[in-house]
């Protein structure tokens, strides 16, 4: 039965709408009449038949926005299929407003089982990780419905990727596994709760590089704004999902010199020797040299981080940076503007800056720089600087495996699909910070890595 | 200002002084003073509903058909290749070409401003200053509107001797714009956004009009030595004229080397420094300089020397300020508390006054020949040999040290000072890089950088925390905004500092040389977008700053309208 928006209006009018009322919109068109009104449309308790899937997203997102909290009920909006009740929950929990956590929370959370350490020990753990689990119990569920929502509107043929469909499945399954979870109320739940967070979070170690995967072989099915914009919702709700979790694992035994996942004394110093040391070692055994690198500025710096973003962070620049700079420096030696006797390329120079409201890293490497026009393109996802012919052999070839871990992040193989500076970016941004370029043309390249003070009292943001 | 303006007539090697005096002379002359007084109640004009003067500011609004038909004109863009082209080969029908395309253009490009000051919102255009550069305007429209045709190269000195007037009586356009500009900028009014745009396209446009004039006037010059010198065979109109082996074409040259570049104008930021701080008793930054230190380009070298000039100057300043003899040691970080009060005033916002055009060749070339002292600098890595494209340098062109700036004679306690302290300060770096379409110009210093929430502010005029500075421009009636005039400053006054330290004073250039006036870098982006080129800071709080300055090689067209942005990434 097919009601047209004439005969809707009626209906609306009454404010009694007979019980038996099926409506029918075909396109999104027919609904326009009532998109201002959608808490008349609840109030007449119309059951919907709806074969445009994207309008029952509309009116439910409408309901929503319109604040009459009514959200239960919306999911009054039916649909004549079991494979359309079965994503009604995903909706309804997408479009329920996210919580937003501060880091100071996240901070209180920690500091309040670190704190009472000598009498009540067991007790304030207890109470934090109670404390800690009813917000992500509340939390998680909502973030990954609009994971699993914002892949279900990808085109058909993208979902349809191996890559991309599992991902679906493993946030579909994530989502449906915690939201049958009952409510950490005690000890057991809680437990409960905790270890089935544990599982879950090592199940997705892998989503990154199999996102990536997906995208590079969806490549030509989408345009790369709306890539982007997927992915960038994606890596960012991903780190924020894992930066809730994490912590509340971590918080469960405590580390000294750290609250949760933060670490509250992180030397970006000896994470820089570290992380340069590892590339090296990688570069030399693919290129045979490498770049010494110096450090210099304030090396005494300690702030509060978690450490494994920086660590992300470092490894990408640094991998970039080393392989510049070998190529640059062997391309000048065979073109005779160095001389051949000249065996090690010019170091890496790294500077810590430490100022009153952040700290600032600077890697300065002479490779070259990056010409203007592929300027504006390094952050892109699947940008990448490794030749394309030499990349797509590369993939199949046996030897290249110690390239494929120069290109790889600590996330897992993400052999030159690309992914490397832009997450490195969203990573830096995360907490406040930025990561940004800049050129020296046939010189060398700067990059300015700006890591804010996370352990301010008056830190506002958001996870 | 009149006695100013009839003590210091501008002399030019080949004109003679008498034709400086201009018939519009006295009449700015006239309104200058009147506006100056005015300008301090600008408040009061603000609040009662008669326009401000009836000054000549105040055009007929029926007179304004002229303007309209000017403005819509094309204005016809420049090259820097064509401007060497005239220059090559110069011979009298070129020159005259020269004029007559100069005559033509420059009323076009005044009748844009001329209509974009009329569309300012009236009661900015109410405003003293803005007045007054409304006035100069329409007068140097007419001047030139009405200049008939050059034919002859007699007629070519009279233009000249115009066109060099027009430039001189400008001198006072900057400092009255910033000054208009920065009272009209307030939320009543206009924006600070609108303010800064209106300001950026008229000096932008002014350098495209100051290049046209100033190119033809050293070409003029060269082509009436070379028939000077040359007598016998100049009989004939057709004298030719080459590039000098420099590599000059009038103020445009087309072997400019990093190096020199850079070198120059490191020599005259120290002796900013010594001249600003002489009570410091500490000796400037050194100034480094690696990468393709031999990169070979053409440009107007009064550009980008302009914008090396600021950025050096603001290195200096903050590196004395962060590491000078009473602050912090230069291995832990800054004190927050000392680079808080720098934030609050006027961090990185220096640009300095001195008198223009005082000497021979003030706008010309020759003079800058003796500029060509190049210390032995250090190519680190990768330096000229692989850039091929790049003409190699000839040693014939590095000329010897010059002798005409004495260098600076420190008082005995401040050397004793220095040794105390035992320190240096720490070096600026500058790295070039070269490429086959661009230069980059990296300037690195530790001077304590500065807070990323104030990177917005950055390229304002007129932003709030500019405001501190309108006293100074007040105390600075003009500016040419040019590199020269801080040479000239400075060999003027290179023999008066130690006769004046001795017995206490400071003379009256050095005061107003130091002035800071909130327009250094904003000017500078306009410089390095005006031949298509960019300009970007990145700062490390509690550290230092780096400045990358590119500039775009080929034949790069002149850029007149505003891009925005500070580029690089």
């Known amino acids: 039965m097919k009601v047209y928006p004439q005969a809707a209006g009626r209906l609306e009018q009454q404010h009694s709408p007979p019980e038996d009322c099926m409506m029918t919109l075909v396109s999104r068109a027919h609904f326009q009449p009532y998109m201002s009104r959608p808490v008349a449309l609840e109030k007449m308790g119309l059951s919907f038949l709806v074969d445009d899937d994207l309008a029952v997203d509309c009116v439910a997102e409408r309901i929503w926005r319109s604040g009459s909290g009514v959200l239960a009920r919306a999911s009054g909006i039916r649909t004549n299929t079991t494979w359309a009740s079965a994503n009604s929950r995903v909706h309804e929990q997408a479009a329920a407003p996210i919580t937003r956590v501060t880091l100071a929370r996240l901070l209180d959370l920690g500091s309040s089982s670190t704190n009472s350490s000598n009498n009540n020990n067991a007790n304030a753990n207890i109470n934090t990780t109670r404390e800690s689990?009813?917000?992500?119990?509340?939390?998680?569920?909502?973030?990954?419905?609009?994971?699993?929502?914002?892949?279900?509107?990808?085109?058909?043929?993208?979902?349809?990727?191996?890559?991309?469909?599992?991902?679906?499945?493993?946030?579909?399954?994530?989502?449906?596994?915690?939201?049958?979870?009952?409510?950490?109320?005690?000890?057991?739940?809680?437990?409960?709760?905790?270890?089935?967070?544990?599982?879950?979070?090592?199940?997705?170690?892998?989503?990154?590089?199999?996102?990536?995967?997906?995208?590079?072989?969806?490549?030509?099915?989408?345009?790369?704004?709306?890539?982007?914009?997927?992915?960038?919702?994606?890596?960012?709700?991903?780190?924020?999902?894992?930066?809730?979790?994490?912590?509340?694992?971590?918080?469960?035994?405590?580390?000294?010199?750290?609250?949760?996942?933060?670490?509250?004394?992180?030397?970006?110093?000896?994470?820089?020797?570290?992380?340069?040391?590892?590339?090296?070692?990688?570069?030399?055994?693919?290129?045979?040299?490498?770049?010494?690198?110096?450090?210099?500025?304030?090396?005494?710096?300690?702030?509060?981080?978690?450490?494994?973003?920086?660590?992300?962070?470092?490894?990408?620049?640094?991998?970039?940076?080393?392989?510049?700079?070998?190529?640059?420096?062997?391309?000048?030696?065979?073109?005779?503007?160095?001389?051949?006797?000249?065996s090690f390329p010019p170091p890496i120079q790294i500077t810590v800056a430490r100022g009153p409201d952040d700290v600032t890293i600077r890697f300065r490497d002479r490779g070259g720089g990056i010409p203007p026009d592929e300027m504006s393109r390094v952050f892109e996802y699947s940008y990448t600087t490794v030749p394309k012919s030499e990349l797509d052999t590369d993939l199949s070839i046996f030897s290249s495996q110690s390239r494929q871990a120069m290109q790889a992040g600590v996330g897992g193989p993400i052999a030159g699909l690309g992914f490397g500076l832009p997450m490195s970016r969203i990573y830096a941004k995360y907490f406040g910070g930025s990561l940004e370029l800049k050129s020296v043309g046939g010189h060398g390249l700067d990059v300015f890595l700006r890591v804010p003070n996370i352990s301010r009292s008056d830190n506002k943001h958001i996870i | 200002m009149l006695a100013l303006n009839s003590q210091r007539p501008m002399m030019r090697s080949t004109l003679g002084t008498a034709h400086m005096r201009i018939s519009n002379q006295q009449s700015w002359n006239a309104v200058l003073p009147e506006t100056r007084q005015k300008s301090r109640s600008f408040a009061a004009h603000q609040t009662s509903t008669a326009p401000a003067a009836k000054s000549s500011a105040t055009r007929g609004f029926y007179q304004n058909a002229v303007v309209e038909k000017y403005a819509a004109k094309e204005t016809k863009l420049v090259t820097l290749r064509q401007l060497t082209v005239f220059g090559r080969s110069l011979s009298l029908e070129k020159l005259l070409r020269s004029a007559n395309y100069?005559?033509?253009?420059?009323?076009?490009?005044?009748?844009?401003?001329?209509?974009?000051?009329?569309?300012?919102?009236?009661?900015?255009?109410?405003?003293?200053?803005?007045?007054?550069?409304?006035?100069?305007?329409?007068?140097?429209?007419?001047?030139?509107?009405?200049?008939?045709?050059?034919?002859?190269?007699?007629?070519?000195?009279?233009?000249?001797?115009?066109?060099e007037s027009q430039l001189q009586t400008h001198l006072v356009v900057?400092?009255?714009?910033?000054?208009?500009?920065?009272?009209?900028?307030?939320?009543?009014?206009?924006?600070?956004?609108?303010?800064?745009?209106?300001?950026?396209?008229?000096?932008?446009?002014?350098?495209?009009?100051?290049?046209?004039?100033?190119?033809?006037?050293?070409?003029?010059?060269?082509?009436?030595?070379?028939?000077?010198?040359?007598?016998?065979?100049?009989?004939?109109?057709?004298?030719?004229?080459?590039?000098?082996?420099?590599?000059?074409?009038?103020?445009?040259?087309?072997?400019?080397?990093?190096?020199?570049?850079?070198?120059?104008?490191?020599?005259?930021?120290?002796?900013?420094?010594?001249?600003?701080?002489?009570?410091?008793?500490?000796?400037?930054?050194?100034?480094?300089?690696?990468?393709?230190?031999?990169?070979?380009?053409?440009?107007?070298?009064?550009?980008?020397?302009?914008?090396l000039f600021e950025l050096f100057k603001n290195s200096m300043r903050f590196t004395l300020e962060t590491h000078g003899p009473d602050t912090a040691t230069s291995t832990s970080p800054p004190r927050n508390q000392i680079v808080h009060n720098l934030l609050d005033d006027d961090r990185l916002f220096g640009l300095t006054w001195n008198e223009p055009g005082v000497l021979p060749g003030y706008s010309k070339s020759p003079i800058r020949r003796n500029y060509h002292h190049f210390e032995q600098s250090v190519p680190i890595y990768g330096s000229e040999h692989h850039l091929t494209h790049l003409e190699p340098i000839n040693p014939n062109h590095i000329l010897p040290p010059r002798q005409d700036l004495p260098e600076p004679i420190l008082s005995p306690s401040s050397q004793q000072r220095q040794s105390a302290a035992g320190k240096k300060l720490p070096p600026i770096l500058v790295t070039v890089g070269a490429n086959r379409n661009d230069i980059t110009f990296r300037v690195s210093d530790q001077g304590g950088g500065f807070a990323h929430s104030q990177m917005q502010n950055l390229w304002s005029y007129t932003h709030a925390s500019r405001h501190v500075f309108l006293h100074n421009l007040e105390n600075m009636p003009k500016l040419a905004g040019k590199v020269e005039e801080i040479r000239h400053t400075q060999h003027n006054s290179a023999s008066t500092i130690e006769s004046t330290n001795k017995s206490g004073g400071r003379p009256f250039e050095l005061e107003e040389n130091s002035l800071h006036l909130g327009l250094g870098l904003p000017m500078s982006r306009v410089y390095a977008n005006y031949w298509g080129g960019t300009i970007g800071v990145h700062s490390m709080h509690g550290y230092g700053t780096d400045a990358y300055i590119k500039i775009s090689l080929g034949n790069q067209a002149e850029h007149l309208t505003y891009r925005g942005g500070d580029g690089l990434a």
């Open chain 1, 133 to 342: 689990a009813l917000l992500l119990h509340a939390e998680l569920p909502k973030r990954l419905a609009r994971r699993v929502k914002a892949i279900q509107k990808l085109p058909f043929i993208v979902g349809v990727n191996p890559h991309i469909r599992g991902i679906y499945q493993l946030y579909l399954d994530s989502f449906e596994t915690l939201s049958n979870l009952p409510e950490p109320d005690d000890n057991d739940s809680t437990k409960l709760f905790t270890t089935t967070l544990k599982d879950l979070v090592a199940s997705h170690t892998d989503v990154i590089p199999r996102l990536a995967k997906g995208f590079k072989e969806c490549g030509k099915y989408m345009s790369k704004e709306d890539a982007a914009e997927f992915l960038d919702g994606m890596i960012y709700s991903r780190i924020a999902i894992r930066v809730l979790a994490e912590h509340h694992l971590a918080l469960q035994d405590p580390i000294p010199g750290y609250i949760g996942v933060l670490n509250t004394s992180l030397s970006p110093t000896s994470l820089l020797k570290q992380t340069a040391d590892y590339v090296q070692e990688l570069c030399e055994i693919n290129y045979g040299i490498a770049p010494e690198f110096e450090l210099t500025g304030h090396l005494d710096t300690r702030i509060t981080y978690i450490s494994n973003h920086l660590e992300y962070i470092f490894m990408e620049i640094l991998k970039n940076a080393n392989r510049a700079t070998v190529e640059h420096f062997v391309k000048l030696r065979q073109s005779g503007a160095v001389s051949r006797t000249e």
């Open chain 2, 174 to 307: 900057i400092p009255q714009l910033a000054m208009g500009m920065a009272e009209a900028s307030t939320p009543e009014h206009m924006s600070s956004e609108v303010a800064d745009r209106f300001l950026n396209e008229m000096l932008r446009s002014r350098i495209g009009r100051r290049v046209l004039a100033e190119q033809h006037i050293a070409l003029s010059d060269t082509y009436e030595q070379s028939i000077s010198n040359g007598s016998h065979n100049s009989g004939n109109a057709a004298a030719l004229v080459d590039e000098d082996e420099d590599g000059w074409i009038g103020i445009v040259n087309t072997r400019c080397r990093a190096a020199e570049v850079v070198d120059r104008v490191s020599v005259l930021a120290k002796r900013w420094f010594r001249d600003t701080y002489t009570n410091r008793g500490v000796e400037p930054p050194e100034v480094r300089i690696d990468g393709h230190v031999n990169a070979i380009f053409t440009y107007i070298p009064d550009h980008i020397e302009y914008i």
């Open chain 2, 102 to 163: 100069v005559r033509e253009e420059l009323p076009v490009r005044l009748a844009h401003r001329i209509i974009d000051i009329q569309h300012l919102p009236f009661i900015v255009g109410t405003n003293p200053h803005i007045q007054l550069i409304y006035s100069l305007y329409w007068q140097a429209f007419e001047a030139f509107r009405t200049f008939p045709e050059i034919k002859t190269l007699e007629q070519n000195r009279a233009f000249c001797r115009l066109v």
